[in-house]
């Protein structure tokens, strides 16, 4: 199990910032996922990561070993493509066994790593089969058992599961993940879907245009993020955020929108009362966290009324888009309720689960 | 069991489809037959104006050009010369293919633009200059001297084919190869090329089919070492007119029979597979 340090690395394309100054401490035996849009840097930095890529500064350590240009193959490491890249001209069995070939590993043993590698993907009845004549699902298990089979230092997954159907996703977001909980192999997976970031990840770092925004469990992520940015990727129905102004009377202060007024609580009057700026904030609330009356899961509530602009009857839950002056609220509930378009509706605010950003720098006060 | 049974109007159209095939191949392949048969016809059916097949055979004609002016020599000259400039056409040709194909450069295109323009030069105008120099440097009338030439000629679109098969491979492969124990370069052989060779293959053959059909450089460049289209430009054409007919099939058959044997990898690099 290696921990993997990430100093200072930037990487630069000409002039575009790929990966911009990332500091980041990888645990041994971690699975950090690497999570942000298109675009953000992410595989990149796996490519640093990797050695495929040369960093433009920075280092990259295993323990204390600098890695930084050492090539990919000197690195003890494994990669899962996003494409597979298995070789369409070897059978499976050579596939998983190339590594070890290379290495010079002795007959015996090659045979039983290989065996090993393909019982633990459910994939040793294929092995004398062609990559061209299997399935996807079956593809994406060879890149995965040829990444295991050397138990390398550092494992690493480019959105190995985005090009499979949506069932075989969910099915081996388990698998993957169960089996590197077996390996302890430190792993960096990367991926711009949330959901298997919050699944999987020990930690999540979250990357925007080359730069970490937050490095986090999925609990600090989903609950305290530290900027809108963070704060709106994790979620689905993404956070609602209303532009607020903060109001302070008799002694009491309050967060006011357009048709809103939200009051409060004590814990949080410490970090606001101390901003000077009284307007340009943003009132972040998740959709779960606004209940339809007679739902609260609290009674430290706040209501307002809207009109129901839209439902989406999820079955699961209900998603309803509230028309409110200041624009449009998204509450979720669960999926037994039943809403008609144009009614009006009260919902009611969990006070304890809001969040206050600056407008200009998207940074959360709380 | 019964048969479905198919409408009138298709078993038309399968009749003018295989009607229609027959004429080209009968289009194509006439010619052939006539050559071959008239290659080995008597003189004197071929003077005979009403015989149009001849009838009386003998292979004195193919004796005389194969053996006695040695047209077996200039077989194996042109087989060494096609042979050369394959070889040096992918030694200089595929590692500009694989540049080309897998790194971005200044000046790329215009490489690229080159390589096609190259192609518009007409080979007339160089090839008296080109022996004139090659008269100084002492390759004149020798095989490397004209495989030096076709080399030239069939280099740019080496470059170019071989960078486009390197293209469609893709990267990943190189890539997986690289993190799981090769360098770039073993990555490149042991895993692109393999998966390359069955079009790089087929260009290959596509050089050495250029060589080997080449008249009018090996011709100028050479005095004694002749190729056999150089060859046959000599000898044929200075012969009776029934030698003609031979010296075709000497030149047709060898190509024809290389090409039966290797046309399952010509067809792969048009890109469809034949089993």
Redesign the interface.
Known sequence: MVKVRLKGLKKYFERVKAVNDINLEIRPGEFVVLLGPSGCGKTTLLRCVSGLERVTAGRVFFDNDDMTYLSPKDRNISMVFQNYAIWPHMTVNDNIAFPLRVKKYPQKEIEKRVNWAAELLGIDSLLDRYPTQLSGGQRQRVAVARAIVMEPKVLLMDEPLSNLDALLRVRMRTEIKKLQENLKVTTIYVTHDQVEAMTMGDRIAVLKQGILQQLGSSDEIYHNPVNTFVAGFIGSPQMNFIEVEILSQNKVLYLRAKGLVIPLLDKFKDRVSKLSDKRNYILGIRPEHIYITGRAQTDQVASTKGKVYFVELLRSDTVIHLEKEFGFLVVKTAGDLKVKEDKELEVLFDLLRIHLFDKDTGKAIF | MEKQRIPIILKIKQMVTIIIAGLIVIWFLTPLVLITISAFALPEDYYQIEKVIPTHFTINQFKALFFELEAWKAILTSIKVAGLTMLLSFVIGLPAGYALSRYIFPGKNFLKLLCLATRMFPLMVLAIPLLIIFMKIGVSDTIWGVALAHTAMVLPMIILISSSILSSI?V??E??????????IQAFFR?TL??ALPGLAASAIFAFIISWNEVFVATILTLTNRTLPAHILSTAMASPDYYKFTAGFIMAIPAMVFIFFVRKHLVTMWGISLK
């Open positions: 893709s990943d492969y890539e997986a190869a690289m993190i799981f124990g090769l360098s770039r895993i393999q998966l």
